[in-house]
């Protein structure tokens, strides 16, 4: 999928609650947890609400490499989004 304008996936990053803002950078980097790798433009509707598009985006991802695990994760998080408890847990199953 880096073909879609050269795009290559970020990490989000999770930050628990119990770490301060004025703890140093190298602590803040040791709590950080790597919950999920994710296109910018997948990203980018899932933040602006357009499920659909990221929907259809990793479905595309999924038909041209079905070995690609972090496509389903993805698309899970998003049919769970859209309330699509089924969809969401066959996703899921297949990580």
């Known amino acids: 999928m880096a073909s879609q304008s050269g795009q290559y996936p970020r ?6 609650r119990h770490v301060s803002t004025l703890d140093s950078y190298n602590t803040m980097r040791a709590c950080f947890i790597q919950i999920l790798t ?8 899932c933040v602006i609400g357009d499920l659909p598009i990221a929907e259809g985006l990793l479905t595309r991802e999924i038909n041209t490499d079905g070995n690609k695990y972090s ?16 969809n969401a847990l066959h996703d899921a199953l297949k990580v």
Do not use: E, G, H, Q
């Open 71 to 86: 496509s389903y994760a993805n698309r899970s998080f998003v049919m769970a989004r859209k309330s699509d408890w089924d």
């Open 11 to 16: 990490t989000l990053w999770l930050v628990p």
């Open 38 to 45: 994710i296109y910018p433009t997948v990203r980018n509707a």
